[in-house]
């Protein structure tokens, strides 16, 4: 569909200004968007010719602030509004590194369920994660002496 551009122009809203001497005042108002003003104008001979001097130097205001209304109403109307959003991929690290991460930050200690956050996988996952860590040498298990839990002791 091919859109043209609407534009109001200061010249032919002053050429319609112009038409105040020949009776029809307030016709640039109506070109500028200003319907009611317009046929106030229009039947008060633009308030006794009062209103068409002032306007005289409204005129540029008046077609800035109708061309701002119409590319914004173009911008609407063609469904242009949303913002243009970039989509970043994460960068999918290994679950072992980020285990290790989280033991370092843990005094080398980790249970399962910490685990789990620092990797954010399922308990299956973690389990086999830790299972692959305690054949590699990476980590031993052993019971918390407090609480008699399973823990998991990193060698970071």
């Given at each position: 569909m091919n859109q043209q551009k609407q534009e109001v122009d200061p010249g032919v809203a002053y050429v319609l200004w112009a038409f105040g001497f020949l009776g029809f005042c307030g016709i640039h108002r109506f070109y500028t968007g200003k319907?009611?003003?317009?046929?106030?104008y229009l039947f008060t001979w633009g308030f006794l010719g009062i209103g068409q001097l002032i306007d005289l130097f409204l005129i540029p205001n008046m077609t800035?602030?109708?061309n701002l209304y119409l590319l914004y109403?173009?911008?609407?109307?063609?469904?242009n509004n949303s913002?243009?959003?970039t989509l970043v991929k994460k960068e999918e690290s290994d679950p072992m590194l980020l285990l290790l991460k989280a033991a370092a930050v843990h005094n080398n200690v980790?249970?399962?369920g910490q685990a789990m956050l620092a990797t954010e996988l399922p308990l299956e996952q973690v389990e086999n994660l830790l299972k692959i860590a305690l054949k590699q040498g990476l980590a031993h298990v052993d019971n918390d002496d407090q609480t008699g839990a399973v823990r998991y002791y990193f060698d970071v």
């Open positions: 319907t009611t003003s317009g046929l106030l800035k602030d109708r109403e173009a911008t609407v109307t063609s469904g913002p243009k959003v980790l249970s399962v």
